[in-house]
């Protein structure tokens, strides 16, 4: 059942974040809440839970975005001409790979205090996007360097996240409690 | 490793599968998971720009009291302005006709409103509202423009709708020409650029060309995927040769896009010449 709620919970976050323009004063940072979905999912479900929402979060992302194209090489950088080439599914790596680090060591965090969702949000989400930009380099053929604005950016996108997170801990806690799943989120 | 593990081994053997798959094989899957997303936003656009459009509108009972006292006073004034701005208006709007983009352009265009932005803190693209069904002539790389310049390009048609990269992204590139100097060069955007603060860098400029700032930048034509003479943008900073990490072989200039890329609402794609 809970499934179903993180579907939704996907969806309307996809959502947010294609309908939220770039945040100009964050440096350009736009909306991640896969990743608040994430630790979320990481610090109170079970290991198919976080494989669930990282993949299935992941993937919808990446068709959402131009992640699933790849538009380089010196002869189309004259003619401006792109191949396109699948890379559906590639941000679904840092969010698999945070989140099972999150699953098995979430006896070493309290869950509760809001302060501890809040570092989680923005550590977190920091340490998957910056993989993510790396991933998204190599995919892309681009070079890879990590300038201020990169760093910036991605800083953003953490200070959002550091505010959201708290918000998807309580808002989910409370959709699985009208469930009547709390039992099983607690146990977790 | 446990046997209760093999699942989640295979899932991520499949993801990796999905992941170096071909363009033509996850197509179907992104068209069918984005098929999802359209219509919500679609609808959220219409009611955002509906939303706008009437908040323009509303103002507080005190401004509108003030109003109402200034407009009384202006009353007779514009009264007698009236006819004349009746007069001028159907000029206008004759003018209008006259020099309006669409029909005065050697081009056809498939007009399409921006319904969607990327997921991806990464990539600089939008999605909009036409695709395949709406047109057939559409396809990838083709020129995204708006009256004032060049936005972008496709780079995926679904059936009913399609993304575009905006010429900020960094794998955009634009053979352009300087229209003063008609200097040639690579345009693209720069990874550090977003809609909010867009920047383009012109690249192989030669050392020895006339480049001053404040000059327009066009695209050349070469390549066939910009039609030419397509504004793009103004020169704001000259980079020389030893700056540019070019070992000296040419020099680059930041380019400011003529376009506002944060406030697009409809665009047009170049499906072809007339």
Redesign the interface.
Known sequence: MMNVIFIVAIYFALLLQVSVPPIGFLFGAKLDLICCLVIYTGMSYSLFSVFFVSIVGGVVQDALSNNSVYLSDSASAIVSVGTTQGHLGMSAFPYLFFGILLYSNKALFFRSPFLVQMLLGGGVTFLILLVNYTITCFAREVPLYYSLDVILRIFGVSLINMVLTPFVFSFMDSMSRRMGLEDHAQQH | MKFKHIP?VI??VF?AL??????R???P??NF??K??TP??NL?TTVKIRFFRISDNLKSLESISEDNQKMRKELAKLRTENDRLKELEQENNKLKQMLGFVQNSAYDYVAARVI????????Q?L?LDVGLKHNRRLG??MAVVTEDGLVG?T??IFEDHC?M?LIV???????TTIKESREQG?V?GM???????PILKMTYISRKAEILHGQTVVTSG?????PPNIPIGSITEIRTASKAGSLGLYREALIKPVVDL?NLETVFIVVGRK
């Open positions: 989640y899932v991520v993801l999905l992941v170096v798959a071909p363009e094989y996850t197509h899957i992104s998971l984005v999802g997303f919500v936003c959220i969607a932005r990327d997921s991806s803190n990464w990539w693209g999605h990838p790389n390009k780079t995926i993304k990269v992204d960094e794998n955009c590139k634009v053979s690579i693209m990874r550090e650029a977003t809609e909010a603060a070469l390549g066939s995927v910009f944060s």
